[in-house]
C-alpha cells in the first residue's frame, strides 16, 4: 500500500510550523507519531498535499508541572508517559492507560497529542482526559487558546479545533494525594481498540466517595463524559445499589456501533460493566 | 513530484539515496539499500515482521516515512551478526530453541527482542510475552520464540539457561 504524494516539511520551531500551516493549503496535515495518519494515509483514507513533521520541535516534548497543572506536551509518547516517574507520581492512570495502548513498538512512536487531538473514537486518552478535567492548549496564527476535553470532541474524527491550530499540550490539576483512579478497558486481544472501556479518577472521605469523574471510550462517535455515572456514586460507599445505578446511567449514554468487538446491546453492556469495574478498583485503592 | 535525499546510519554504515517523500523506510531499507532482512508482512503495523531499531526504539518500519528517519541510527538484522559471521546470542537461541518454522516473523521478533533485552536485562517470561505482543508469529505458538529469548538474556547476562519445567 502506497501512500499518495506530498510534500515533507519538519520545521525546527512551533512558530514555524504555524508559519508553514499558515501559507500552504489548507489540506496540510500536521504528523506527530504518524501511527493513526500513515495508515490512513496508506489506505488513501486521507491524502494531504503537504505533511508537517512536528518531531523536531524540542518545546512539544516532555512532562511538567506547571502552575499547579500538569504538563504534557504534545509530542510526548506513550513509552515516554510509562516511563515518567512525575506523572507515575501525580497521574498514575496515565501509566495505566498508555501501557494498554496498541503495542510496544506503536508505543515508542504514538504521542498522547496525537491520541487525544485526531478525534477517533477508539483511542484511549480521550475518556481519561475528560476524567481528569484536561483542557488542550491550541496555538494557531491568532494566538493561544485552551478548550476542555469534555468540549473537544464533536464527532468521529470531528473536534473544535481550527483546520491551521496544532495542539501542543494537555494540561490538568494533579488529582489530589491518595485519590482512587483505574482504567478498566475491555479487548479482545492485546494491540486491539476496546469493546468498551471506562476511566475513573476519585477521592473518598469518611469511607464515602466525595467526588467522581468517568470517561468512556468507544462506546460512541466520541469519548463520552459520564456525569450522571459518576454522580449516582458521590456520597455513597459504593453499595451494590449505586455500583448499579452508575452502570445504568453509562449504559444509558452509550451509542455504541455493532462491529467485530459486538452488537449495539453486548457493547452499551460493556459500557456499564467496564465502568462498575473501574468504579470498584478505583475506591479500593483510594481506600487501602 | 520532487525528490529527497535521506541520510541515516545503518548498521553503523553512512548512507544515503533519492527517494520520493512518500517512501515508507521498509521499502527504502529493502528496495534502495537492498537489504531485504526486515520483511513486510501485513503492511498495517499489525505484524511486526518489519521491526527495525530506530535511535533506540523499536518501530514498524511500514509505518514511518523514511524522510522521518533522516540523520537517525538504524539497525536491522543484517547488522546483529558480527563482521566474522558469528551469530549474535539472539540469533543463536532463536536457532538453538527452534525460536522459527517459517522464519518470516524472525526478523522483526529478532529485533524486537533486541531492544526489550536492552531495557530489561532479565526479563520474567510475563515480560517477554508482554514486550513481543507487537510480533505475530503464525507457526511457532511462541512458546519457543520465549524460550529463545530467555535463552539469549542468559547468554547477554553470562549465565547458563536452565529450561522452566513444563
Known amino acids: ?288 | 513530484m520532487s525528490k529527497c535525499n535521506v541520510s541515516v546510519t545503518v548498521n553503523g554504515k553512512s548512507v544515503s539515496a533519492e527517494v520520493e517523500s512518500r517512501t515508507l523506510l521498509i521499502h527504502y531499507l529493502r528496495e534502495n539499500l537492498g537489504l531485504t532482512g526486515s520483511h513486510i508482512g501485513c503492511d498495517t503495523s499489525h505484524c511486526g515482521a518489519c521491526t527495525v531499531d530506530i535511535d533506540g526504539k523499536s518501530v514498524k518500519s511500514c509505518t514511518i516515512f523514511a524522510l522521518q528517519a533522516q540523520g537517525a541510527q538504524i539497525l536491522t538484522i543484517e547488522g546483529m551478526a558480527g563482521a566474522d559471521g558469528k551469530l549474535h546470542a539472539l540469533q543463536e537461541a532463536f536457532r538453538e530453541m527452534h525460536g522459527l518454522q517459517c522464519g518470516y516473523c524472525t526478523p522483526g521478533m529478532i529485533m524486537r527482542a533486541h531492544r526489550l533485552l536492552q531495557e530489561n536485562p532479565n526479563p520474567s517470561e510475563a515480560e517477554i510475552r508482554m514486550g513481543i505482543s507487537g510480533n505475530l508469529c503464525r507457526c511457532t505458538g511462541y512458546q519457543n520464540i520465549v524460550k529463545a529469548i530467555q535463552y539469549a538474556a542468559a547468554k547477554l547476562n553470562g549465565v547458563d539457561y536452565k529450561e522452566a519445567a513444563e
Not at chain 1, 100 to 105: N, S
Open chain 1, 1 to 288: 500500500m502506497i501512500p499518495g504524494t506530498f510534500d515533507y516539511h519538519r520545521p525546527a520551531s512551533l512558530s514555524d510550523a504555524i508559519g508553514l500551516l499558515s501559507k500552504l493549503d489548507s489540506d496540510a496535515r500536521v504528523i506527530a507519531g504518524g501511527h493513526s495518519l500513515i495508515p490512513m494515509m496508506k489506505l488513501r483514507l486521507a491524502s494531504p498535499s503537504h505533511l508537517v513533521d512536528l518531531a523536531a520541535i524540542a518545546e512539544l516534548k516532555g512532562v511538567r508541572i506547571d502552575a499547579g497543572e500538569v504538563v504534557v506536551a504534545a509530542m510526548t509518547t506513550q513509552h515516554e508517559l510509562i516511563a515518567s516517574e512525575l506523572l507515575a507520581a501525580h497521574a498514575p492512570i496515565i501509566r495505566e492507560t498508555a501501557a494498554l495502548i496498541a503495542d510496544p513498538q506503536v508505543r515508542y512512536m504514538g504521542t498522547i497529542g496525537g491520541n487525544v487531538a485526531n478525534g477517533d473514537p477508539g483511542n484511549d486518552m480521550p475518556a481519561l482526559m475528560m476524567a481528569l478535567g484536561a483542557s488542550y492548549v491550541l496555538r494557531g496564527p491568532g494566538g493561544e487558546r485552551r478548550v476542555a476535553a469534555r468540549d473537544y470532541y464533536q464527532g468521529a474524527y470531528t473536534t473544535s479545533a481550527l483546520p491551521r491550530e496544532i495542539l501542543t499540550a494537555v494540561r490538568f490539576p494533579a488529582p489530589p494525594a491518595g485519590h482512587g483512579y483505574a482504567y478498566e478497558k475491555l479487548k479482545r486481544k492485546v494491540g486491539d481498540y476496546a469493546t468498551a472501556a471506562a476511566a475513573v479518577i476519585l477521592t473518598v472521605s469518611g469511607g464515602r466517595i466525595a467526588t467522581c469523574a468517568i470517561g468512556l471510550t468507544n462506546v460512541a462517535e466520541t469519548a463520552l463524559f459520564a456525569q450522571a455515572a459518576a454522580q449516582a456514586v458521590v456520597g455513597t460507599a459504593l453499595d451494590k445499589a449505586s455500583l448499579a445505578k452508575a452502570s445504568a446511567a453509562a449504559e444509558a449514554i452509550a451509542a455504541p456501533a455493532a462491529d467485530g468487538r459486538g452488537s449495539v446491546e453486548y457493547r452499551r453492556k460493556m459500557a456499564g460493566v467496564t465502568t462498575a469495574r473501574a468504579l470498584t478498583r478505583a475506591f479500593a485503592r483510594a481506600t487501602a
